[in-house]
């Protein structure tokens, strides 16, 4: 099919700024850059009828990380990186807040705990040790509220807490009160209706084949039925990077989900965290979301297939079934089960560079994107010169 001339100047116009990869980070950076450039001719390209990566699949924890976790991702990548990653997280957090509404993404800020077992792979004796050393590098760092003239502390051990939650097999138990929970598909369908409202077009079923640059800018070749001109090019693919960039240090990395029927005595409300956020789950109103056990098989899991399996599928179950409900309770019916596609990479922070000329990279959320994504936006953004 040949395009038509009204399409040659529309649809296929030379753009300013072509962003492929139509998830938070690409959502995200739409919104920063059509607000301080309200000129701009963006165009979001993205491969699905809906977005196909995480942003819509995930858990909704609006998270900036538990307490093993962050103590693991010091010695993993040193304390600066560790600050900075998770200092990214917390306002983008706070973003996300100021701009929507609760109402319009389903925000609800329960808090978020971590679970640790007996002899798990967590040294539970130090807990109370590294609460207070996170809490005095991190206060500090994220500015948290202050009371009586100090910045609140960000975990505390609620250990006394494990009871009434109803869990099993579980020895201690850390809460930070600033963590807070969504509904991912809304925040992406309220992004995409104030990024179009300002004039932003998205392509949806439009997959970049492959992409080259040149003197002015970049031609990038698609399904479509012409190429697309752009002065600038930002790649937001996250788990798919390697695709069009092999060269990335971006793998994907499977997350696999269920949700049950609603549970009528539910004991908590929150977000939570097991085994340095390898398993993770929350309620959505009644029923129990529940994700994870990557960690039991991760060759398979490095994959970009969006089936789920079985034997994930099971470690979940039996999870959900030997430690998160009460000991006796009737195993609730699964009614929906899917996965999404994570971008991992050596270490846990994204990668914001410009890889040649007028081409741009903001991948690698480390299966943490819901909180960090404004502010990756906010960094490429400035990367671009915009
Ligand atoms: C099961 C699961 C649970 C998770 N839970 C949480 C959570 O609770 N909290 C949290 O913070 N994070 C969570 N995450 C991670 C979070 O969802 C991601 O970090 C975040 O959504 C990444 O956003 P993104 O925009 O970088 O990538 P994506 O949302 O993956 O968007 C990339 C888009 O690029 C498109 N694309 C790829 N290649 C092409 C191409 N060649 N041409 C056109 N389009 C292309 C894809 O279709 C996709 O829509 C979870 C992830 C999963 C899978």
Not at 232 to 258: E, H, K, W, Y
Not at 294 to 308: H, M, P, V
Not at 312 to 331: A, N
Not at 370 to 375: D, G, K, L, R, Y
Request: hydrophobic letters at 40%; one cysteine or more; aromatic letters at 10%.
């Amino acid at each position: 099919m040949a395009i038509s001339v009204w399409e040659q100047a529309t649809y296929f116009a030379p753009k300013d700024v072509v962003i492929i990869g139509c998830g938070f980070v690409g959502l995200w950076t739409a919104y920063e850059l059509i607000k301080k450039n309200p000129q701009l001719q963006i165009t979001i390209l993205e491969r699905g009828t809906i977005p196909s990566g995480a942003s819509t699949r995930n858990a909704g924890f609006s998270c900036f990380g538990s307490v093993s976790e962050l103590i693991y991702d010091v010695q993993l990548m040193g304390e600066a990186n560790m600050l900075e990653t998770v200092k990214m997280r917390y306002q983008g957090l706070q973003k996300i807040q100021k701009i929507f509404g609760k109402a319009d993404i389903d925000y609800d800020q329960f808090g978020g705990y971590e679970l640790f077992e007996e002899n798990g792979p967590y040294d539970i004796s130090k807990l109370d040790e590294d609460i207070a050393y996170l809490n005095k590098v991190l206060a500090p760092a994220l500015q948290t509220p202050k009371k009586n003239g100090k910045y609140l502390p960000i975990y505390s051990n609620e250990t006394k807490k494990i009871k009434q939650l109803g869990f099993q097999n579980i020895k201690a138990l850390a809460f930070s009160p600033f963590e807070g929970q969504l509904n991912s598909a809304k925040l992406v369908l309220a992004l995409q209706k104030e990024i179009q409202a300002k004039g932003v077009q998205i392509l949806f079923n439009t997959e970049v084949k492959k992409f080259s640059s040149h003197k002015k800018g970049v031609t990038l070749h698609t399904n479509l039925e012409a190429p697309i001109e752009t002065q600038q090019l930002l790649i937001c693919t996250n788990g798919f990077a390697q695709q069009l960039v092999p060269s990335l240090d971006v793998v994907p990395a499977r997350g696999q989900v269920f949700i049950t029927e609603p549970i009528p005595n539910l004991k908590f409300k929150g977000t939570f965290h097991f085994d340095e956020g390898f398993y993770y789950f929350r309620n959505v109103g009644k029923r129990l979301l529940l994700g994870g056990a990557r960690n039991k098989d991760f060759k398979k899991e490095k994959t970009y297939s969006l089936e789920t399996s079985k034997n994930i599928q099971k470690h979940l179950e039996d999870f959900m079934m030997k430690r998160i409900l009460p000991k006796g309770s009737k195993k609730p019916k699964i009614e929906l089960r899917w996965s999404g596609t994570m971008g991992m990479g050596k270490i846990k922070k994204p990668i914001i560079e410009a890889l040649q000329p007028h081409v741009f990279c903001a991948v690698r959320m480390s299966g943490m994107g819901v909180a960090i994504a404004p502010i990756v936006a906010e960094k490429a953004v400035q990367l671009m010169g915009r």
